[in-house]
């Protein structure tokens, strides 16, 4: 039974993440973020201005990883004290 609970755990948070990777596979290709875009614009060097939207897609990424796991945590508990 606790394979099976660990085995939906898993799926929930994979599925989860879907929405923030598609974003990560788009940037730069389809879209330019407002960021590395303005800071293009102002005159910052390009490869600086990537650097910083990677950081910030990769705390975007971070947080909505973190925030998943931590509410299907609380979710399980509850559930489970149910």
Do not use: W
């Not at 923030?20 to 201005?49: E, K, Y």
Request: one cysteine or more; hydrophobic letters at 50%.
């Amino acid at each position: 039974m606790k394979s099976i609970k660990h085995h939906d755990e898993y799926i929930a948070f994979r599925t989860a993440m879907i929405p923030i990777t598609n974003s990560l596979f788009a940037v730069g290709l389809v879209s330019l973020p407002g960021m590395m875009t303005g800071q293009i614009l102002s005159g910052v060097d390009p490869l600086v201005a990537v650097r910083y939207q990677i950081m910030v897609m990769a705390m975007v990424f971070a947080s909505g990883g973190i925030s998943s796991a931590i509410c299907l945590v609380l979710f399980t508990r509850r559930v489970a004290s149910n």
